[in-house]
Protein backbone atom coordinates (compact mmCIF):
# COMPACT_ATOMS: atom_id res chain seq x y z
CA UNK A 1 0.00 0.00 0.00
CA UNK A 2 2.56 2.58 1.05
CA UNK A 3 4.42 1.62 -2.63
CA UNK A 4 1.05 2.46 -3.94
CA UNK A 5 0.96 5.86 -2.68
CA UNK A 6 4.27 6.43 -3.02
CA UNK A 7 4.05 5.37 -6.89
CA UNK A 8 1.20 7.52 -7.32
CA UNK A 9 2.96 10.81 -5.77
CA UNK A 10 5.29 10.78 -8.21
CA UNK A 11 3.63 10.24 -11.02
CA UNK A 12 1.43 13.34 -9.79
CA UNK A 13 4.94 15.46 -9.10
CA UNK A 14 5.80 14.90 -12.56
CA UNK A 15 2.88 15.30 -14.34
CA UNK A 16 2.92 18.90 -12.19
CA UNK A 17 6.61 19.65 -13.40
CA UNK A 18 5.19 19.13 -17.03
CA UNK A 19 2.12 21.07 -17.12
CA UNK A 20 4.48 23.84 -15.52
CA UNK A 21 6.78 24.11 -18.40
CA UNK A 22 4.62 23.88 -21.02
CA UNK A 23 1.64 25.75 -19.91
CA UNK A 24 -0.12 24.31 -23.06
CA UNK A 25 1.95 26.93 -25.26
CA UNK A 26 5.13 25.67 -25.97
CA UNK A 27 4.46 26.06 -29.93
CA UNK A 28 3.29 29.76 -29.61
CA UNK A 29 6.36 32.63 -31.16
CA UNK A 30 7.19 35.15 -28.88
CA UNK A 31 6.23 38.85 -31.02
CA UNK A 32 9.25 41.33 -30.80
CA UNK A 33 7.60 44.36 -31.79
CA UNK A 34 9.38 47.41 -33.37
CA UNK A 35 10.45 50.54 -31.03
CA UNK A 36 8.54 53.13 -30.23
CA UNK A 37 9.77 56.92 -30.49
CA UNK A 38 7.56 60.46 -29.59
CA UNK A 39 8.86 63.41 -31.39
CA UNK A 40 8.08 66.58 -28.45
CA UNK A 41 8.10 70.04 -29.35
CA UNK A 42 10.70 71.87 -30.92
CA UNK A 43 11.89 73.88 -27.65
CA UNK A 44 14.29 76.32 -29.38
CA UNK A 45 15.66 76.97 -32.99
CA UNK A 46 12.18 78.24 -34.96
CA UNK A 47 13.74 81.76 -35.30
CA UNK A 48 16.50 82.46 -37.56
CA UNK A 49 19.96 82.26 -35.62
CA UNK A 50 18.19 80.17 -32.69
CA UNK A 51 20.07 76.82 -31.13
CA UNK A 52 17.91 74.35 -32.38
CA UNK A 53 16.87 71.74 -29.78
CA UNK A 54 13.96 68.43 -29.88
CA UNK A 55 13.51 66.34 -27.30
CA UNK A 56 12.53 62.51 -28.27
CA UNK A 57 11.22 59.75 -26.55
CA UNK A 58 11.93 56.58 -27.57
CA UNK A 59 11.20 52.96 -26.32
CA UNK A 60 11.37 49.11 -26.84
CA UNK A 61 9.14 47.58 -24.04
CA UNK A 62 9.06 47.05 -20.84
CA UNK A 63 12.48 47.92 -18.93
CA UNK A 64 14.49 44.64 -18.13
CA UNK A 65 12.91 42.22 -20.99
CA UNK A 66 15.07 40.39 -22.99
CA UNK A 67 13.87 39.80 -26.52
CA UNK A 68 15.60 43.20 -27.31
CA UNK A 69 16.87 46.39 -26.55
CA UNK A 70 17.06 49.95 -28.16
CA UNK A 71 20.08 49.97 -30.73
CA UNK A 72 20.71 53.18 -32.98
CA UNK A 73 18.77 56.50 -33.58
CA UNK A 74 19.22 58.55 -36.92
CA UNK A 75 18.37 61.69 -38.11
CA UNK A 76 18.40 64.45 -40.73
CA UNK A 77 16.82 67.60 -41.34
CA UNK A 78 15.93 68.73 -44.74
CA UNK A 79 14.83 72.03 -46.70
CA UNK A 80 13.31 71.50 -50.11
CA UNK A 81 14.56 68.42 -50.12
CA UNK A 82 18.17 68.88 -50.23
CA UNK A 83 20.59 67.82 -46.64
CA UNK A 84 20.97 70.72 -44.09
CA UNK A 85 22.21 68.20 -41.04
CA UNK A 86 22.03 64.82 -40.12
CA UNK A 87 23.71 62.51 -37.05
CA UNK A 88 22.91 59.35 -35.41
CA UNK A 89 23.58 57.84 -31.26
CA UNK A 90 23.85 54.46 -30.22
CA UNK A 91 21.14 53.42 -27.41
CA UNK A 92 21.26 51.28 -24.89
CA UNK A 93 18.26 50.01 -22.45
CA UNK A 94 14.68 50.09 -22.91
CA UNK A 95 13.58 52.98 -22.62
CA UNK A 96 16.10 56.60 -23.48
CA UNK A 97 15.50 60.17 -23.92
CA UNK A 98 17.41 61.88 -27.23
CA UNK A 99 18.23 65.19 -27.58
CA UNK A 100 19.13 66.86 -31.22
CA UNK A 101 20.69 70.18 -30.98
CA UNK A 102 22.21 72.06 -33.94
CA UNK A 103 23.82 75.34 -32.68
CA UNK A 104 23.30 78.06 -34.47
CA UNK A 105 19.72 76.99 -35.54
CA UNK A 106 19.08 77.59 -39.36
CA UNK A 107 18.16 80.45 -41.82
CA UNK A 108 14.98 81.31 -42.30
CA UNK A 109 12.36 78.94 -44.16
CA UNK A 110 10.24 75.80 -44.30
CA UNK A 111 12.39 72.49 -43.29
CA UNK A 112 11.44 68.78 -42.50
CA UNK A 113 12.87 66.04 -39.33
CA UNK A 114 12.90 62.81 -40.22
CA UNK A 115 14.21 60.08 -37.47
CA UNK A 116 14.16 56.66 -37.67
CA UNK A 117 15.12 54.34 -34.53
CA UNK A 118 16.46 50.56 -34.39
CA UNK A 119 16.63 47.79 -31.52
CA UNK A 120 18.88 44.89 -31.57
CA UNK A 121 16.74 42.88 -33.75
CA UNK A 122 16.74 44.96 -36.72
CA UNK A 123 13.25 46.26 -36.00
CA UNK A 124 12.03 49.50 -37.30
CA UNK A 125 10.08 52.74 -36.69
CA UNK A 126 9.87 56.21 -38.29
CA UNK A 127 8.89 59.68 -37.78
CA UNK A 128 8.83 63.15 -39.11
CA UNK A 129 8.11 66.66 -38.21
CA UNK A 130 7.70 69.76 -40.61
CA UNK A 131 8.24 73.12 -38.76
CA UNK A 132 9.25 77.10 -39.95
CA UNK A 133 12.39 79.05 -39.17
CA UNK A 134 11.01 82.97 -39.03
CA UNK A 135 13.33 85.74 -39.89
CA UNK A 136 15.36 87.49 -37.07
CA UNK A 137 14.95 91.03 -36.70
CA UNK A 138 18.21 92.25 -38.42
CA UNK A 139 19.58 95.26 -36.35
CA UNK A 140 18.86 97.54 -39.93
CA UNK A 141 15.10 98.73 -39.86
CA UNK A 142 13.74 98.54 -43.45
CA UNK A 143 10.36 99.82 -42.40
CA UNK A 144 9.05 103.09 -44.36
CA UNK A 145 9.09 104.24 -47.69
CA UNK A 146 11.81 103.15 -49.70
CA UNK A 147 12.12 104.61 -53.89
CA UNK A 148 14.99 103.34 -56.72
CA UNK A 149 17.79 106.47 -55.84
CA UNK A 150 17.03 109.13 -59.07
CA UNK A 151 21.08 108.85 -59.96
CA UNK A 152 23.05 106.88 -62.38
CA UNK A 153 23.76 103.85 -61.80
CA UNK A 154 20.88 103.08 -59.57
CA UNK A 155 19.48 100.17 -62.02
CA UNK A 156 22.51 98.11 -63.64
CA UNK A 157 22.66 94.43 -64.87
CA UNK A 158 25.74 92.34 -66.03
CA UNK A 159 26.90 88.55 -65.84
CA UNK A 160 28.05 89.08 -62.64
CA UNK A 161 27.22 90.15 -59.29
CA UNK A 162 27.26 93.90 -59.12
CA UNK A 163 28.57 94.54 -63.02
CA UNK A 164 27.28 96.34 -65.07
CA UNK A 165 28.59 95.74 -68.38
CA UNK A 166 25.63 95.02 -70.34
CA UNK A 167 23.65 98.44 -68.79
CA UNK A 168 23.36 101.13 -66.47
CA UNK A 169 21.11 103.95 -66.25
CA UNK A 170 22.42 107.40 -66.87
CA UNK A 171 21.32 110.63 -65.83
CA UNK A 172 19.50 111.50 -68.59
CA UNK A 173 17.61 108.42 -68.55
CA UNK A 174 17.21 109.21 -64.97
CA UNK A 175 15.32 112.26 -66.39
CA UNK A 176 13.45 111.05 -69.15
CA UNK A 177 12.10 108.18 -66.39
CA UNK A 178 11.04 110.99 -63.42
CA UNK A 179 7.76 109.35 -63.55
CA UNK A 180 9.39 105.69 -62.51
CA UNK A 181 11.82 107.31 -59.59
CA UNK A 182 8.47 108.98 -57.78
CA UNK A 183 7.31 105.48 -57.53
CA UNK A 184 7.55 104.34 -53.50
CA UNK A 185 7.86 101.03 -51.66
CA UNK A 186 6.31 101.09 -48.67
CA UNK A 187 7.46 98.29 -45.82
CA UNK A 188 5.44 98.10 -42.98
CA UNK A 189 5.93 96.73 -39.37
CA UNK A 190 3.06 94.23 -39.90
CA UNK A 191 4.83 92.29 -42.77
CA UNK A 192 2.40 94.11 -45.21
CA UNK A 193 4.45 95.64 -48.75
CA UNK A 194 2.76 98.66 -50.57
CA UNK A 195 3.75 100.56 -54.10
CA UNK A 196 2.34 103.50 -54.74
CA UNK A 197 2.68 104.19 -58.63
CA UNK A 198 0.32 107.28 -58.97
CA UNK A 199 -1.32 107.77 -62.54
CA UNK A 200 2.15 107.72 -64.12
CA UNK A 201 5.72 105.02 -63.90
CA UNK A 202 7.90 103.92 -66.56
CA UNK A 203 6.61 101.10 -69.10
CA UNK A 204 8.34 99.08 -71.51
CA UNK A 205 7.05 97.33 -74.52
CA UNK A 206 6.38 93.84 -73.42
CA UNK A 207 3.66 95.55 -71.06
CA UNK A 208 1.60 96.32 -74.19
CA UNK A 209 2.83 99.85 -75.25
CA UNK A 210 4.04 100.66 -78.63
CA UNK A 211 7.75 102.17 -77.22
CA UNK A 212 9.32 102.33 -74.03
CA UNK A 213 8.03 105.47 -71.94
CA UNK A 214 5.44 106.73 -69.03
CA UNK A 215 1.87 105.82 -68.93
CA UNK A 216 -0.77 104.41 -66.89
CA UNK A 217 0.24 101.32 -64.56
CA UNK A 218 -0.47 97.93 -65.79
CA UNK A 219 -1.77 95.90 -63.27
CA UNK A 220 -0.46 92.81 -62.12
CA UNK A 221 2.19 95.61 -61.59
CA UNK A 222 0.27 98.39 -60.71
CA UNK A 223 0.30 98.37 -56.93
CA UNK A 224 -3.27 97.25 -56.66
CA UNK A 225 -2.49 93.56 -54.91
CA UNK A 226 -1.86 92.49 -51.61
CA UNK A 227 1.52 91.80 -50.77
CA UNK A 228 3.44 90.76 -47.65
CA UNK A 229 7.28 90.66 -46.97
CA UNK A 230 9.73 88.81 -45.08
CA UNK A 231 13.07 89.98 -44.35
CA UNK A 232 16.86 88.82 -42.91
CA UNK A 233 19.92 90.35 -42.80
CA UNK A 234 20.67 88.96 -46.15
CA UNK A 235 17.44 88.43 -47.91
CA UNK A 236 14.41 90.19 -48.78
CA UNK A 237 11.48 88.66 -50.27
CA UNK A 238 8.14 89.98 -51.69
CA UNK A 239 4.73 87.93 -51.74
CA UNK A 240 2.55 88.39 -54.00
CA UNK A 241 1.67 88.74 -57.44
CA UNK A 242 2.75 91.48 -59.16
CA UNK A 243 4.88 93.21 -55.88
CA UNK A 244 8.21 93.81 -56.99
CA UNK A 245 10.93 96.80 -56.34
CA UNK A 246 13.12 98.01 -59.65
CA UNK A 247 12.09 96.71 -62.77
CA UNK A 248 8.94 94.80 -62.46
CA UNK A 249 9.85 92.35 -65.36
CA UNK A 250 13.21 90.95 -63.31
CA UNK A 251 12.41 87.53 -61.32
CA UNK A 252 14.14 84.71 -60.53
CA UNK A 253 13.37 82.93 -63.09
CA UNK A 254 14.36 85.39 -65.61
CA UNK A 255 12.70 88.17 -66.97
CA UNK A 256 9.39 88.39 -68.25
CA UNK A 257 9.97 90.33 -71.41
CA UNK A 258 12.32 87.38 -72.35
CA UNK A 259 9.60 84.60 -71.71
CA UNK A 260 9.90 84.29 -67.87
CA UNK A 261 6.36 83.85 -65.98
CA UNK A 262 4.84 86.84 -63.53
CA UNK A 263 6.26 85.33 -60.38
CA UNK A 264 4.00 85.13 -56.97
CA UNK A 265 7.06 85.82 -55.17
CA UNK A 266 10.59 87.26 -55.53
CA UNK A 267 13.64 86.89 -52.97
CA UNK A 268 16.59 90.04 -53.31
CA UNK A 269 19.65 89.36 -52.06
CA UNK A 270 20.93 92.10 -49.55
CA UNK A 271 23.69 93.49 -50.95
CA UNK A 272 24.04 96.39 -49.13
CA UNK A 273 23.05 98.76 -46.30
CA UNK A 274 24.17 102.18 -44.79
CA UNK A 275 22.38 105.10 -43.16
CA UNK A 276 23.59 108.62 -42.51
CA UNK A 277 21.26 110.63 -40.63
CA UNK A 278 17.96 109.98 -41.30
CA UNK A 279 18.75 108.48 -44.97
CA UNK A 280 18.99 105.03 -45.38
CA UNK A 281 20.09 103.38 -48.58
CA UNK A 282 19.57 99.47 -50.04
CA UNK A 283 21.12 98.15 -52.69
CA UNK A 284 19.25 94.58 -53.72
CA UNK A 285 20.40 92.09 -56.01
CA UNK A 286 19.19 89.78 -58.23
CA UNK A 287 20.08 86.46 -60.50
CA UNK A 288 17.39 87.14 -63.21
CA UNK A 289 18.21 83.38 -64.45
CA UNK A 290 21.50 81.92 -64.60
CA UNK A 291 23.97 84.60 -65.57
CA UNK A 292 22.13 87.67 -65.64
CA UNK A 293 22.63 89.70 -62.81
CA UNK A 294 20.66 92.97 -62.01
CA UNK A 295 20.93 95.78 -59.32
CA UNK A 296 18.84 98.33 -57.41
CA UNK A 297 19.98 100.97 -55.53
CA UNK A 298 16.99 102.97 -52.91
CA UNK A 299 16.74 105.16 -50.83
CA UNK A 300 14.53 105.78 -48.03
CA UNK A 301 11.35 108.14 -48.20
CA UNK A 302 12.15 110.78 -50.32
CA UNK A 303 15.63 112.01 -51.75
CA UNK A 304 15.45 115.05 -50.48
CA UNK A 305 16.02 118.30 -52.36
CA UNK A 306 18.29 118.80 -55.09
CA UNK A 307 21.85 120.06 -53.85
CA UNK A 308 22.75 123.54 -54.42
CA UNK A 309 24.04 124.70 -58.24
CA UNK A 310 27.74 125.38 -57.13
CA UNK A 311 30.22 127.86 -59.15
CA UNK A 312 33.72 128.18 -57.97
CA UNK A 313 35.95 124.77 -59.65
CA UNK A 314 38.96 125.98 -57.42
CA UNK A 315 40.47 123.01 -55.62
CA UNK A 316 41.23 119.56 -55.86
CA UNK A 317 39.22 117.27 -57.68
CA UNK A 318 39.14 113.26 -58.63
CA UNK A 319 37.35 110.83 -60.73
CA UNK A 320 34.52 109.68 -57.87
CA UNK A 321 35.57 106.52 -57.09
CA UNK A 322 31.68 105.00 -58.02
CA UNK A 323 30.84 102.20 -61.02
CA UNK A 324 29.41 104.55 -63.67
CA UNK A 325 31.94 107.32 -63.21
CA UNK A 326 33.13 107.28 -66.85
CA UNK A 327 30.92 105.85 -69.67
CA UNK A 328 30.31 106.35 -73.58
CA UNK A 329 27.14 105.72 -75.46
CA UNK A 330 25.26 107.94 -78.29
CA UNK A 331 24.20 110.26 -76.38
CA UNK A 332 25.18 112.37 -73.41
CA UNK A 333 25.32 110.43 -70.33
CA UNK A 334 24.71 107.16 -71.78
CA UNK A 335 26.42 104.05 -70.91
CA UNK A 336 25.31 101.47 -73.91
CA UNK A 337 29.30 101.08 -74.75
CA UNK A 338 30.72 100.97 -71.95
CA UNK A 339 30.60 102.20 -68.27
CA UNK A 340 32.88 101.15 -65.37
CA UNK A 341 31.79 98.56 -62.62
CA UNK A 342 32.41 98.60 -59.21
CA UNK A 343 35.42 95.96 -59.80
CA UNK A 344 37.13 98.56 -62.06
CA UNK A 345 37.26 100.97 -59.34
CA UNK A 346 39.50 98.49 -57.52
CA UNK A 347 41.21 97.64 -60.61
CA UNK A 348 42.28 100.94 -61.65
CA UNK A 349 43.28 102.70 -57.84
CA UNK A 350 45.83 103.91 -59.42
CA UNK A 351 43.85 105.88 -61.80
CA UNK A 352 41.12 107.16 -59.23
CA UNK A 353 43.73 108.46 -56.92
CA UNK A 354 45.17 111.20 -59.54
CA UNK A 355 44.12 114.35 -58.47
CA UNK A 356 43.37 117.52 -60.98
CA UNK A 357 43.57 121.35 -58.96
CA UNK A 358 41.80 124.40 -60.30
CA UNK A 359 43.85 127.31 -59.16
CA UNK A 360 42.16 130.50 -58.26
CA UNK A 361 44.16 132.33 -60.50
CA UNK A 362 43.43 130.12 -63.49
CA UNK A 363 46.17 127.53 -63.20
CA UNK A 364 45.70 123.78 -63.91
CA UNK A 365 47.38 120.58 -62.34
CA UNK A 366 47.54 117.00 -62.31
CA UNK A 367 49.08 114.93 -59.78
CA UNK A 368 49.62 111.27 -60.50
CA UNK A 369 51.75 109.83 -58.20
CA UNK A 370 54.04 106.97 -59.40
CA UNK A 371 51.27 105.00 -60.90
CA UNK A 372 48.46 105.75 -63.04
CA UNK A 373 46.21 103.51 -65.49
CA UNK A 374 48.02 103.06 -69.04
CA UNK A 375 46.46 101.52 -72.45
CA UNK A 376 48.48 99.74 -74.78
CA UNK A 377 48.27 103.05 -77.09
CA UNK A 378 50.24 104.44 -74.49
CA UNK A 379 52.96 101.80 -75.23
CA UNK A 380 52.14 99.31 -72.96
CA UNK A 381 51.92 95.15 -73.29
CA UNK A 382 48.08 95.63 -71.64
CA UNK A 383 45.97 98.06 -70.01
CA UNK A 384 47.21 98.32 -66.67
CA UNK A 385 48.23 100.23 -63.68
CA UNK A 386 52.29 101.71 -64.67
CA UNK A 387 54.44 104.79 -64.82
CA UNK A 388 52.83 107.59 -65.59
CA UNK A 389 53.35 108.29 -70.08
CA UNK A 390 53.79 112.08 -71.27
CA UNK A 391 52.35 114.53 -72.57
CA UNK A 392 50.02 113.07 -70.20
CA UNK A 393 52.24 112.44 -66.86
CA UNK A 394 51.37 116.09 -65.52
CA UNK A 395 54.26 117.43 -66.22
CA UNK A 396 53.05 120.14 -68.71
CA UNK A 397 52.10 123.87 -67.81
CA UNK A 398 48.62 124.27 -67.80
CA UNK A 399 45.68 126.64 -67.48
CA UNK A 400 42.21 126.31 -67.19
CA UNK A 401 39.20 128.39 -68.54
CA UNK A 402 35.18 127.78 -66.35
CA UNK A 403 32.21 129.23 -67.11
CA UNK A 404 29.47 126.84 -65.33
CA UNK A 405 28.68 125.68 -68.26
CA UNK A 406 31.81 124.15 -70.55
CA UNK A 407 35.23 123.65 -69.44
CA UNK A 408 38.58 124.45 -71.49
CA UNK A 409 41.92 122.88 -70.54
CA UNK A 410 44.73 124.55 -72.28
CA UNK A 411 48.34 122.98 -72.37
CA UNK A 412 49.39 119.61 -74.67
CA UNK A 413 48.48 116.64 -72.32
CA UNK A 414 46.03 118.51 -70.13
CA UNK A 415 43.02 116.57 -69.57
CA UNK A 416 40.62 114.89 -66.85
CA UNK A 417 39.80 111.03 -66.95
CA UNK A 418 40.80 109.40 -69.74
CA UNK A 419 43.83 111.15 -71.60
CA UNK A 420 42.99 109.93 -74.76
CA UNK A 421 39.67 111.28 -75.25
CA UNK A 422 39.53 114.97 -76.66
CA UNK A 423 37.53 116.91 -79.20
CA UNK A 424 37.26 114.94 -82.36
CA UNK A 425 38.54 111.75 -81.85
CA UNK A 426 40.83 109.29 -79.70
CA UNK A 427 44.33 109.04 -79.49
CA UNK A 428 46.02 107.16 -80.79
CA UNK A 429 43.98 108.00 -83.72
CA UNK A 430 44.10 111.94 -83.65
CA UNK A 431 46.86 114.62 -82.87
CA UNK A 432 47.14 115.64 -79.60
CA UNK A 433 45.70 118.60 -79.03
CA UNK A 434 46.65 122.00 -77.08
CA UNK A 435 43.34 122.14 -74.99
CA UNK A 436 40.37 120.10 -74.62
CA UNK A 437 36.90 121.68 -74.00
CA UNK A 438 34.51 119.38 -71.38
CA UNK A 439 30.22 120.38 -71.79
CA UNK A 440 29.63 120.73 -68.15
CA UNK A 441 26.48 119.01 -67.77
CA UNK A 442 25.77 119.37 -63.70
CA UNK A 443 28.23 121.17 -60.63
CA UNK A 444 26.83 120.89 -57.20
CA UNK A 445 27.59 121.51 -54.09
CA UNK A 446 26.01 119.54 -50.89
CA UNK A 447 27.86 120.14 -47.43
CA UNK A 448 30.76 121.25 -48.76
CA UNK A 449 31.06 118.28 -51.33
CA UNK A 450 31.53 119.62 -54.54
CA UNK A 451 30.77 117.51 -57.46
CA UNK A 452 31.02 117.63 -61.56
CA UNK A 453 29.66 115.72 -64.39
CA UNK A 454 31.35 116.34 -67.88
CA UNK A 455 30.33 115.76 -71.22
CA UNK A 456 32.62 115.62 -74.21
CA UNK A 457 31.62 114.18 -78.04
CA UNK A 458 34.56 112.70 -79.29
CA UNK A 459 33.09 112.33 -83.16
CA UNK A 460 29.27 112.19 -84.22
CA UNK A 461 27.03 110.10 -82.01
CA UNK A 462 29.68 109.41 -79.24
CA UNK A 463 29.66 110.72 -75.93
CA UNK A 464 31.63 110.10 -72.95
CA UNK A 465 30.28 111.03 -69.30
CA UNK A 466 32.94 111.76 -66.35
CA UNK A 467 32.37 111.92 -62.80
CA UNK A 468 34.35 113.91 -60.81
CA UNK A 469 34.06 114.37 -56.77
CA UNK A 470 36.19 117.50 -54.90
CA UNK A 471 38.39 116.45 -52.17
Known amino acids: MKKLILNSTMALLA ?196 ADRCGTPVAPFDGSGTYTYTYTSTELTLIGEGAHVGLPKVNNEGEISQGAAIADQITYTIAEQSQDGDTRRMTLRIEAGDGVWWDFLLISGEAGEDPEPASDIAGDWQMEPVAGAFSVGPNPGSTEFFSNSAEDVETRACFFDDIYTFGADGSFSIEMGEQTWLETWQGVGADTCGTPVAPHDGSGDYSFEFDGETLRLIGEGAHVALPKVVNGGELPNVDVPDDVTYQVASFTDEDGVKRLTLHIEIQDGIWWTFKLISN
Open 15 to 210: LLIVWSCDNGFADVDVIDTPPTLDLGSITSGTTEGDDFRIEIEVSDGIEGSTISALSNLTYSITRGGENVTSGSEELTGDNQTVTIEVAGGFEAGEYNLDVTVSDTNGNESSDNVSFTVSSASPAFDITGVWSVEPVAGSLKVGPAPGSSEWYQISDSDVALRDCFYDDTYTFNPDGSFEIEMGESTWLETWQGVD
